[in-house]
C-alpha cells in the first residue's frame, strides 16, 4: 500500500498538478496527522460530512469510509476532475464545483437531511488560509444545523478561534466563536506536513456547535456590533472606545452603565467575557 506522501506525489505526476498558492493549495502527506482529524471528528454512518477543499482527496477518501455521505465542496476545476475519477466507485460521494463563501449551505444540509437520511452534519477541513476567518464566520453565522466543525488551520488563527473571551488571546472574532460552540485544541501541526510547506504551523481545532448560546441577550447582532466597536481600538479603554463609537450616547452614561455592572471605569474590551458584553448589551437595549 502507498504511503500519503507516495500516493499525492503519484497523483501530481499523473495529472501534472503544480499546487496553486493562490487557491492555498497545500497538501496534507502525514498520516498521523488525517489520522487525528479523523479521529477526532467521530464520524458515523448516519453523517452527512461536508469537506470543504478537498483538494486531491487524501482526507476524502477516509471520509467515504466511515460516514453516511460525503459532500465535497472544491472550487479548483482540476480537483473535480482527479477527485471524480478516484472515487467513482463510491456511491455515498458527491462533488460541487464551487466557492464555498457563496454555496447556500442552509438549503443542502435541509435536503441532504430528507434525501439522504443522515441525521447529523459535520463539517471537516484542511482549509485553504487565506479564507480561513470568513469560512468559519459563514459556517457560525448562518446558524447552520451542524453537530461540529473540525478543521486545519493556522496555529495563531487558531489559537484566537479557541481562547476562552476575557483571557489571553481574545479577540473580537473570540466572541462570535465561543457565543455559537465549544472550542477544542486538538494538536499542533508543522509545516514539513504538506507539500508544498506553508510559511506557518498550523493546528487542527474542533469547534462543538452549541445547543443554546451560553449568555442571554436582547439582541445578540447588536452585541456583536458593540464587540466589534470595542475591539475596532483595542489599545483604548472600553469606556472610550464605545464613547468614540457612540454606543454609549454620553461618557457619563457610559460611566454610570459601567458602575451598575461592577466593571472598573479603565477596564480594556480584552478583559470583559461575553456575559459583561450581553449585559452592556441588555443594558443599552
Ligand atoms: N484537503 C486537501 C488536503 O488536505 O490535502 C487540500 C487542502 S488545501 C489546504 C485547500 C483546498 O481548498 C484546495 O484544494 C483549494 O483548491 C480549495 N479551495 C480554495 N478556495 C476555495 C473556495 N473558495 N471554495 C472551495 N474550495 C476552495
Known amino acids: 500500500m502507498k504511503s500519503i506522501l507516495e500516493e499525492t506525489k503519484f497523483i501530481m505526476n499523473r495529472y501534472h498538478i503544480k499546487p496553486n498558492k493562490s487557491l492555498g493549495q497545500n497538501f496534507l502527506i502525514c498520516e498521523e496527522v488525517v489520522e487525528k482529524i479523523i479521529e477526532c471528528s467521530r464520524i458515523t454512518k448516519e453523517d452527512l460530512i461536508i469537506e470543504i477543499g478537498p483538494g486531491l482527496g487524501t482526507l476524502t477518501k477516509y471520509l467515504l469510509e466511515r460516514a453516511g455521505k460525503v459532500l ?43 434525501d439522504a437520511k443522515v441525521t447529523n452534519v459535520k463539517i471537516v477541513a484542511n482549509l485553504p488560509y487565506y479564507i480561513t476567518t470568513p469560512i468559519i464566520m459563514k459556517l457560525l453565522e448562518e446558524e447552520l444545523d451542524l453537530e461540529s466543525i473540525t478543521v486545519m488551520i493556522q496555529k495563531e488563527v ?39 510547506k506553508p510559511e506557518v504551523t498550523s493546528k487542527i481545532i474542533k469547534l462543538n456547535i452549541r445547543k443554546q448560546p451560553p ?47 461592577n466593571l472598573k471605569e479603565n477596564i480594556r474590551p480584552e478583559n470583559l467575557s461575553l456575559q459583561d458584553f450581553a449585559n452592556i448589551t441588555n443594558k443599552i437595549l
Not at 487558531?158 to 473580537?172: D, S
Request: aromatic residues 8%; positive net charge.
Open 158 to 196: 487558531a489559537n484566537r478561534l479557541i481562547a476562552i473571551p476575557g483571557q489571553k488571546e481574545t479577540g473580537a472574532i473570540t466572541y462570535s466563536v465561543y457565543y455559537y460552540s465549544v472550542g477544542e485544541e486538538i494538536l499542533e501541526v508543522p509545516s514539513d506536513s504538506f507539500i508544498p
Open 72 to 114: 465535497c465542496i472544491e472550487l479548483d476545476k482540476k480537483m473535480i476532475h482527479i477527485l471524480e475519477e478516484r472515487f467513482k466507485l463510491y456511491d455515498n460521494f458527491e462533488i460541487l464545483n464551487q466557492d464555498v463563501l457563496k454555496v447556500d449551505l442552509k438549503k443542502i444540509i435541509l435536503k441532504e437531511k430528507k
Open 215 to 261: 449568555v442571554e441577550v436582547k439582541n445578540k447582532d447588536v452585541m456583536f456590533k458593540i464587540i466589534k466597536s470595542a475591539f475596532m481600538q483595542k489599545r483604548k479603554t472600553l469606556l472610550n472606545a464605545l464613547n468614540n463609537t457612540k454606543i454609549f450616547t454620553t461618557k457619563g452614561k457610559g460611566i454610570k452603565i459601567l458602575k451598575e455592572l
